[in-house]
């Protein structure tokens, strides 16, 4: 039976002091991106490998890509308690005559 391990040494080169490193040039930017909801205008600074052709500045100074999103922790019902009612009624009533039987 063979083993494959994801700390053996093939295909992976050997760095200066000894340890093994990832290889070069296949592997996407891994920097700070500002994440932004829609919804609430709500920001925070993580970091990603999305890409983005928008920056914004944040209070620090600093420009950063930003990548917008419809929903987070700060507007989504589960997190902030507040329940969403939706029009269900015609939701129900479009999805009945789409697949009513013919």
Not at 58 to 79: A, L, N, Q, R
């Amino acid at each position: 039976m063979y083993f494959c391990s994801p700390f053996r040494k093939i295909g992976r080169d050997q760095g200066t002091n000894g340890t093994t490193t990832m290889k070069k040039d296949i592997h996407p930017e891994y920097r700070e991106v500002v994440f932004q909801d829609t919804s609430s205008g709500f920001k925070f600074v993580t970091r990603s490998t999305m890409n983005s052709t928008e920056n914004i500045t944040m209070e620090d100074g600093k420009t950063y890509p930003v990548i917008k999103v419809e929903v987070s922790s700060e507007s989504h019902p589960f997190y902030t308690g507040k329940n969403v009612l939706l029009d269900t009624a015609g939701r129900v009533e479009k999805f009945m005559t789409r697949y009513k039987k013919k």
